[in-house]
């Protein structure tokens, strides 16, 4: 693992367990989805149940825009080298049809 962080070029923090108040950066970040997701539920007037797939957009927007750390880079071309492909994006909770031949 430290071989691979090191080829990544990621630096590796350690805290201390069950002390989230060591993390900030990872407890900011997970309360950036959180209010992104409930904002896109409420926004698309879906129930709760949709709770998880209303994260994982998030969590995939998030990764494909701007951040403050990474200057004209997005995190995902960070990671693989290629610039991400954001022309498939539709408004989270919009009506679509699956045409089955």
């Known amino acids: ?12 923090n350690f805290s201390v367990p069950y002390s989230p108040q060591q993390n900030g950066i990872a407890e ?11 904002s896109m539920l409420h926004a698309a007037n879906l129930p709760f149940k949709y709770w998880g797939e209303a994260l994982m957009t998030a969590n ?6 701007y951040t403050k750390v990474l200057k004209n880079i997005t995190p995902y071309e960070r990671w693989t080298g290629m610039k991400p492909c954001v022309s ?4 989270f909770g919009c009506k679509c049809y699956a045409h089955v031949p």
């Open 28 to 38: 900011r970040k997970n309360r950036t989805l959180v209010e992104f997701a409930r």
């Open 88 to 91: 498939n994006l539709k408004v």
């Open 60 to 65: 995939f927007i998030c990764n494909r825009r």
């Open 1 to 12: 693992m430290i071989a691979f962080c090191r080829s990544k070029g990621i630096q590796r």
